[in-house]
């Protein structure tokens, strides 16, 4: 079992879609599951190193942040609440 500190829900903005994906922290990236029932497999896999983490988004998102790399956005991401 991964350590539960660094799992949990996020939702992902993906073609201007909001979608809640299971996440876990392993080795410097972030790994997007479909759901927590299959840690096995992964749909993506977002490499942390270099990342700069830009809080907000909107009005509507408050809990959002984007990850930029080199400047450009790499994942647009929303934490629960």
């Given at each position: 079992?991964?350590?539960?500190?660094?799992t949990g829900?996020?939702?992902?903005?993906?073609?201007?879609?909001?979608?809640?994906?299971?996440?876990?922290?392993?080795?410097?990236?972030?790994?997007?599951?479909?759901?927590?029932?299959?840690?096995?497999?992964?749909?993506?896999?977002?490499?942390l190193r270099?990342?700069?983490?830009?809080?907000?988004l909107d009005?509507?998102?408050?809990?959002?942040?984007?990850?930029?790399?080199?400047?450009?956005?790499?994942?647009?991401?929303?934490?629960?609440?």
């Amino acid at each position: 079992m991964p350590n539960p500190s660094l799992t949990g829900y996020l939702n992902v903005l993906s073609n201007n879609r909001w979608r809640e994906r299971w996440c876990q922290l392993k080795d410097n990236q972030l790994l997007l599951h479909k759901d927590r029932a299959d840690l096995k497999t992964h749909m993506a896999s977002l490499p942390l190193r270099g990342c700069e983490v830009i809080p907000g988004l909107d009005s509507k998102h408050p809990f959002a942040f984007r990850l930029l790399r080199n400047g450009q956005e790499v994942a647009v991401l929303e934490v629960r609440a």
